[in-house]
């Protein structure tokens, strides 16, 4: 079945940097724009980045433009979002979307948290 | 682009219906059909109900409709049911960019 199952969230300090991985499965990947939204606690959904199917353009919320960077493997289905200068205004769920050539995102992980705390 | 707005609550009985506005401007919902509805259980992903303002992706009832007059856009609920009790996010996608509404809670 059609699958996205995000990893690499955890506790981190200002300033410092991860990486979220977003594996893909059930579908042709490669064929697929891909976004990552975030979810801040008790907040609404806040769309941060967007790559397109083959990884050759890419675009950014302002709040995490010149932080974050967006990319993927398509040879290991995989998506990826680098967060560098990390801040507490970063504390949040993270999930990873498939963009529908029909319109919205149709599929959407099961999200990965983030928290950024000194 | 701004955000959309949306109401911040709705509610409504069983069986019932509801609508969820979500307003934007003359140079995005009111210029181009790009907009999606989500749901969202707490705990849980969010999941597309309506697409492209009117289209329902399959497996999501008919109870759920969209439409758009102007600059807003709208969902409704018909015979509302007890599970729908849930957080409802409009939103319009372009191919560079995502806009999500602020979210309304529909309590049932």
């Known amino acids: 079945q059609v699958e996205l199952v995000e990893s690499g969230g955890g506790v981190v300090q200002p300033g410092t940097s991860l990486r979220l991985s977003c594996a893909a499965s059930?579908?042709?990947?490669?064929?697929?724009?891909m976004h990552w939204v975030r979810q801040s606690p008790g907040k609404g959904l806040e769309w941060v980045a967007l790559?397109?199917?083959?990884?050759?353009?890419?675009f950014f919320a302002d709040s995490v433009k010149g932080r974050f960077t967006i990319f993927r493997d398509n040879s290991k289905d995989t998506l990826f979002l680098q967060m560098n200068s990390l801040g507490v205004q970063d504390t949040a769920v993270y999930y990873c979307?498939?963009?529908?050539?029909?319109?919205?995102?149709?599929?959407w992980g099961q999200g990965t948290t983030v928290t950024v705390s000194s | 682009q701004s955000a959309l707005t949306q109401p911040a609550s709705v509610s409504g009985s069983p069986g019932q219906s509801i609508t969820i506005s979500c307003t934007g401007t003359?140079?995005?919902?009111?210029?181009?059909?790009?907009v999606s509805w989500y749901q969202q259980h707490p705990g849980e992903a969010p999941t597309l109900m309506i697409y492209?303002?009117?289209n329902r992706p399959s497996g999501v009832s008919s109870r759920f409709s969209g439409s758009k007059s102007g600059s807003s856009a709208s969902l409704t609920i018909s015979g509302l049911q007890p599970e729908d009790e849930a957080d409802y996010y409009c939103?319009?996608?372009?191919?560079?960019?995502?806009?999500f509404g602020g979210g309304t809670k529909v309590t049932v």
């Open positions: 939103a319009f996608h372009t191919s560079l960019t995502t806009m």
């Open positions: 492209d303002v009117r």
């Open positions: 979307g498939r963009d529908s050539p029909s319109g919205g995102i149709d599929v």
């Open positions: 003359n140079s995005d919902i009111g210029s181009y059909d790009f």
């Open positions: 790559i397109w199917y083959n990884g050759g353009n890419t």
């Open positions: 059930g579908f042709i990947f490669s064929s697929y724009n």
